[in-house]
């Protein structure tokens, strides 16, 4: 009787203990579920991209979880989830090479350092990301999967790359003017030369390789000139001026060498068009520099489009927008992203020097304006300008006297 | 230029020697000109007084005297100031002319670095007009 009395107890209390625990238990998956919410929505909040990624057999498997990162690569989760193989497909194809290598490094080693690497947004253009890999084990030990951190880093990429070039850009300068001034004193003597020798031999044959040298030698006395106008490191001479008028100064200019060509000029500029703060003569430069480009894309003739009209840019500031658009050959993918380097030119046997658009983007970005090209071979080609604009008063008639 | 065998007197003034005798070759060869050379800034005034010159081609960057003190020496003396003045320079990216054009005054600016014949083109305009 006793003892039964003493299990009874005894269930009693194991009954309570268990009650409690299961109490326990319950406020537990509670915790543990507003914990996985909140990691949720941090993950999802972050703009970074993480995911996590099994290891099967020593090899890397499917994505198993990964956090909205619209706004990096373009695809949803969804979208993973049901491709396996999209996450390794947007990896630019260049730079497969380095992350399969930082996978297989995290296999090996249990340890990888962070890459850099281009992947394909999904509306086509490409991002630079930031990847750091974190190894997940099992209780056993085994590596299973990692977990990946996946930043946007294109902003800073492309800062990068603009310092590398404006640092190659005025070490040039400086060089490059003294370099100029000092080469056309012995191209001269050296056309003189060539003259003197065309009027004193007869010999046939001769003739033509005189033309050659003398051609050789005018071509690099554009180089010198351009390169001044490249290397001088002037900031601009502002007024606020209308820029339409600019633009029709430049054409006056160029007008009789684009009408030889059968090249016909349309002009669109909006009535309102706000004034804005620039240097005259510099910007004829950038002009005659982009029309010049554009003439020599068409040696058949065609038509160049110049449009000029009010615009927002992305940070909703008011800007002027110029758009010169012609009909000519268009510019090859490579040849468009190397097209404001110093010195590239696809036209060095017709004289290009190569400085044509790196002066009109030295000027533009001296403004604190942007210039970008648009174009595909076959389709012609779109350069276009925008500057910043001062409000669009068209404060009191600065009368210069000109 | 006409077939006038009266031969118009050229003073070229450039510190490269080897410039000042291709380029009396090349103007005496092919125009009705007689060329004086001088590669010494200092000794101009001294010389355009001696010859009296129709036209002085003046290099503008030299190292002993610039090309620019040298013309206003020359219009600083009577028997000089009336000998027209051509800046002859090598120099012609869009911004240096203007600022020469600035600097050079009622002096006429002419490219070291063109042909001959252009340069006699615009050596004759020069003298027909500073006839009148």
New interface residues.
Partial sequence: MNDIKKTKEQLINELSELHNQNAELKKSEHRLRASEKRYKRFVDAVTDCIYTAEIVKGRPGRITNISICASIIGYMPEEYLANPHLFDEMVHEDDRYVTDKQVQSLIATGSCKPIEHRVIHKDGSVKWVKKTLVPHYDETGTLVAYDGLVSDITRQKEMESRLIQSETISSLGVLSAGV??EI??P???I???I??LE?SLLKEGVDDVLALM?DA??RA?RI???L??FS?E?TPALEEIDLARVINETLSLVDHIFSLKQIKIVRNFSPDLPRVRVDS?QMK?VFINLLTNAAEAMPEGGTITISAYNSQNIHNKKILRIVIVDTGCGISKEDRQRAFDPFYTTKKKSGGTGLGLSVAKGIIEKHKGDIRIESEPGKGTSVIIELQCYGNKMNREVSDGR | MGGSAIKKKILIVDDEDSFCALLKLNLERRGPFEVLTTSNPHAVVKLVKENQPDLILLDILMPEMDGMTVAANLKGNKDTADTPIAFLTALADEEEVRDIKGKAGDNYILSKLTTTEELIKSISGILGSAQI
């Fill in positions: 100029a001034h056309k004193n191209l001269a003597i056309l003189q030369g003259e003197l009027i003398k030698v005018f006395s010198t000139r351009d001044l106008t001088r002037n003569n430069q």
